[in-house]
């Protein structure tokens, strides 16, 4: 497992690429793709990043024909792939392969979730919400790869660029949790209207994705449970859609209180 954690590691530090895994003689299983996604955290914690989250893809059931996928997966998010900032977003196209946008919500967690919360208490741990640009890659040529193949390669994490936190209050829950059930969102490039999608999209909204990742991690005996101080993004609510220098890519949302973003590829 360790040696597939360093080839990752030096394919997402180099922008490149390998072969997938799932196609070696020794084979590999999604129950050992996730001890590859523990020994991946202790190479990247050992040269000093800190894990800031956690991501879910594949949580948008429109991704799946395309990619050969039929269930979400999670990776680890770091502190040395985030950005916030309240200016507009840039990023490098070549420093990812083969890189594509995703719009999301991300959950800021403020206390520990529980396996069998309904969905008004597990936004009961949730402190704030904000809107968010991950850029996904793929170490493997043209995307090709099983779904145990994704979730080695850090669940394909690229980059993500975190909007302005709305703090949620307890007198705000309901209307939050009403929000983040029927919320619109649309995608632009250059101006054009490239995609769009809608809260359901996303294993039936954002809280229910989290719900998901929840128990994901309540059956994983090598990787902790969702803590205090994390934030989880729950999935592209668009389709995911490649990008190129020279692009300007904006969101626009509907019916949630959370701002545009806009960002640049460079």
Request: hydrophobic fraction near 40%.
């Amino acid at each position: 497992m360790t040696e597939i954690a360093e080839t990752v590691l030096g394919c997402l530090d180099a922008g490149a690429q390998t072969a997938p895994f799932s196609g070696r003689p020794e084979g590999l299983t999604l129950e050992r793709a996730y001890q590859v996604t523990a020994e991946l955290r202790v190479l990247r914690e050992a040269r000093g990043e800190r894990r800031v989250g956690r991501k879910l893809g594949f949580t948008n059931k429109r991704l799946w024909p395309e990619f050969g996928i039929d269930a979400p997966i999670w990776g680890d998010v770091f502190h040395t792939t985030v950005i916030e900032t309240g200016e507009p977003f840039q990023f490098a196209a070549a420093r990812a392969a083969e890189p594509k946008i995703e719009p999301e919500i991300a959950l800021g967690l403020g206390k520990k979730p529980e396996p069998g919360m309904d969905a008004a208490s597990l936004l009961g741990c949730v402190d704030w919400v904000a809107h968010g640009i991950e850029i996904v890659q793929s170490i493997y040529p043209g995307w090709r790869f099983r779904p145990e193949d994704t979730v080695v390669a850090g669940a394909l994490h690229g980059a993500y660029f975190l909007g302005p936190r709305r703090r949620l209050s307890d007198a705000s829950r309901g209307d939050w949790l009403n929000a983040l059930s029927r919320f619109s969102l649309t995608l632009s490039c250059d101006g054009d209207e490239i995609g769009c999608g809608q809260a359901g999209d996303v294993l039936g909204g954002p809280v229910l994705a989290l719900s998901h990742l929840v128990e994901l991690l309540a059956r994983d005996p090598n990787n902790p449970p969702l803590l205090p101080g994390e934030f989880v993004t729950t999935g592209s609510v668009t389709l995911a859609y490649d990008i190129s220098a020279g692009q300007v890519w904006q969101t626009a949302l509907e019916g949630v209180d959370l701002p545009p973003l806009e960002i640049e590829i460079i």
